[in-house]
């Protein structure tokens, strides 16, 4: 089977036609870096079969980070190279079409965002284009499918350029030169008070100030979609879901079936929160409760993507990230990692050293809080007051920034700089930002669901064989001491550790103090979920994954004496 | 900063005797163009900022310049790059008559 390979500069539009290739959904954003893996996807044109693979994006075959370096190893496994580029900036992009024009493999030339670079006004000549690199060039419109039929059809025409071999850098920045006079013409334009506008969010004074109400726009629009869903969506369906699962648990009667299944009875009642059955907290926890807020934090998330706002976001953040070891990239891991964690920490790839990679990934692990954490933090501990919740929020936001300061300075390592392409601003579309959240909350339900299941299952078992309360009995004197909490907490931190759900929802029943419940829920959030801890241990590798789990430990040991000391006071 | 003359990349006016000075890209005023001359560093430096426009020869327009050793937003061909302050200490521009 042939294997097709896209590659190009970052954000030209790799995996939106990867996407209109083969039907395979990829999440694509407007900023580069999106793609920091490969996908695969097949298409069938004339009876022969093809496999596609969306790359990376890489500036040039001479690799700077991770990503690239995956760009670059998928190049060699390639039979064809669809060599995207960007019609807006055919300069710079020409630059990897000779380079790869000289790996002798036959090339294909996508001309990509085509319409944008006619409402530019920049007129390129296809003809003379294609006639210069020796390979065919199709003018495409990714987004909305313009010029893809035509790509495929043209798949078979693609050959090995005669263009003469480089000899260098320099040789081929002439060359590139020489094509683009030739092809592109210009046309002169004024600046105008919109692109004055444009600039306004990458300054220091108003940029700080368009990122303040960028962000406050986005937690507000989070709160009130995941605060709508729930009062108009959920409630109503789990209220109507009441009936059948009550009359399945008298059906039941008592016994391990209906433990497992509804769970406990409360006050004679089924609780959602704290039954703990597969059907009731298993169903709950998930949809009743987070599932809003992962639905609403991923619409708006997608929508500022789309937008193009996030480099200049990360521009504007440069600064205080740096202070912390990073460079102002590492805003990108947090934002995605306040939806999940695991994409959040998959992100740290763009990060080009492995200091910056291990604090971006440390700090999003077990300081930022993912939605799922969120919306059971509001959830457990909203009704004890707004206060409370705040402490665990602010507590997590300053060992952030702690954490960061002193992992900056435990290594010499210089952090290098801020090196970012800036994307023109988007207007986002409806349809490409509904069908990425589908496939993040798709991915969601894939990932929690059965997690939340056995999560359910296991601690019905091991309390139905009094593990659950021999853990506890053992634990508390030194959870009593330390924390001020009851020994029972521990089970509930264990099963933390497969859902953040599901140990809040087990506190839930040892009616704890609210002070003892705020220390409870900002120890828990130190400890990651079993995905993102897999997915840490991969990225870091088991050296640096054991320090993170240390840095943790100790985080959450004295983050939560502290914070007991505080709120509880000296005696339990 | 020493002042250095064009190099002969550049045509030089009629009489030839024009010292233009050679400033830092970070020197350069927002708002302002100007272009550029020379890349002062390791293949690998010069190889990464010509990649995303940043050549010699080049017109440029500084966009914002971040305080606090901040980084410094340049447009190159209708296209803005954030580049931090210390590679841009070693882009060497002359300002557009």
Redesign the interface.
């Known amino acids: 089977m042939k294997t097709i390979v896209l590659i190009g500069d970052p954000n030209v539009g790799k995996s939106v036609l990867f996407s209109r290739l083969t039907g395979v959904d990829v999440i694509s954003s407007n900023y580069p870096g999106t793609t920091v893996d490969y996908a695969k996807g097949r298409i069938c044109w004339q009876g022969e079969t093809m496999e596609i693979v969306d790359a990376p994006g890489t ?2 075959l ?1 690799t ?1 980070n991770k990503a690239e370096d995956v760009a670059l190893s998928l190049l060699d496994k390639a039979d064809v190279i669809v060599n995207v580029i960007d019609a ?2 055919l ?2 992009c020409l ?2 079409t000779v380079e790869l024009l000289a790996k002798r493999k036959p090339v294909v030339v996508a001309l990509n965002m085509w319409d944008e670079a006619q409402h ?1 006004g920049i007129t390129i000549n296809v003809h003379d284009l294609e006639n210069l690199l020796q390979v065919p060039v199709i003018p495409t419109v990714a987004i909305t499918g313009e010029g893809v039929k035509e790509l495929v059809q043209r798949l078979d025409e693609a050959r090995v350029s005669e263009r003469p071999a480089l000899t260098g ?1 320099d040789q081929a ?1 002439t060359e590139v030169g020489h094509i683009v006079r030739k092809v592109q013409t210009v046309a002169h334009r004024h600046h105008t008070f919109r692109d004055r506008l444009v ?1 306004a969010t ?3 004074v108003t ?1 700080l100030l368009t990122a303040t109400v960028v962000l406050a726009a986005l937690f507000w629009m989070v709160r009130l979609l995941g605060e709508g869903l729930i009062k108009y969506v959920a409630t109503p369906l789990f209220n109507a879901y009441l009936a059948p699962i009550t009359s399945l648990s008298d059906r039941l009667g008592p016994g391990f079936l209906r433990d497992i299944l509804v769970g406990k009875l409360i006050d004679g009642q089924v609780d959602f929160i704290q039954s703990m059955g597969i059907l009731s907290t298993g169903m709950f926890m998930p949809l009743g409760m987070v599932l809003p807020y992962i639905v609403a934090f991923y619409l708006a998330l997608g929508f500022l993507e789309d937008t193009g706002y996030l ?1 200049r976001l ?3 953040t ?2 205080l990230f740096h202070k912390l070891g990073m ?2 990239h590492g805003v990108l891991p947090v934002l995605l990692g306040l939806g999940c964690k695991v994409p959040g920490v998959l992100s740290a790839r763009t990060l080009e050293t492995r200091k910056q990679r291990f604090i971006s990934i440390l700090l999003v692990g077990i300081t930022v809080p993912c939605a799922a954490q969120t919306a059971t933090i509001f959830g457990i501990l909203g009704p004890r007051g707004i206060g409370y919740v705040a402490v665990v929020f602010g507590t997590q936001a300053a060992i952030f920034v702690l954490l960061g300061l002193i992992l900056n300075r435990s290594s010499r390592e210089e952090c ?7 994307p023109p601003y988007r207007r986002p579309s409806l349809r490409a930002v509904a069908k990425k959240t589908w496939m993040r909350v798709r991915w969601f339900l894939a990932e929690a669901l059965p997690l939340l299941f056995l999560g359910v299952l296991t601690a019905s078992i091991l309390d139905a064989l009094g593990v659950t309360e021999k853990l506890a009995s053992v634990t508390a004197p030194f959870m009593k001491s330390w924390f001020a909490l009851p020994g029972e907490a521990v089970p509930a931190l264990f099963s933390g550790f497969l859902r953040k759900e599901l140990a809040l929802g087990m506190l839930v029943p040892l009616k704890l103090t609210s002070a003892q419940l705020t220390v409870a829920i900002t120890l828990f959030s130190f400890f990651p979920c079993i995905a993102t801890f897999a997915v840490m241990w991969r990225e870091l590798g088991g050296k640096d994954m054991l320090k993170a789990v240390l840095v943790m430990l100790l985080t959450a040991l004295l983050v939560g004496g502290i914070l007991r000391l505080v709120l509880v006071g000296w005696s339990p | 900063m020493a002042a250095t003359t064009l190099p002969s990349a550049l045509a030089l006016p009629e009489n030839g005797v024009c010292p233009i000075t050679e400033i830092p890209v970070t020197q350069l005023p ?1 708002g302002s163009s100007a272009t550029i001359v020379a890349l002062h560093g390791g ?2 430096f010069q ?2 900022l ?4 940043i ?1 010699e020869g080049k017109t440029l327009r500084m ?9 410094l ?1 340049i447009e190159v ?11 841009a200490q070693r882009v060497a521009v002359v300002k557009a008559l």
Do not use: C
């Open positions: 500036y040039s001479e700077t807006t900036s300069e710079r630059l990897l530019l850098e920045w600039d990458v300054k220091p940029g480099p990360a521009t504007i440069d600064n460079h102002g290098p700089e801020l090196f970012l392409d800036i | 927002a293949s690998g190889r990464r010509r990649s995303v426009g050549r966009v914002a310049s971040h305080p606090f050793a901040g980084p937003v061909d209708r296209k803005q790059i954030t580049i931090g302050r210390g590679m």
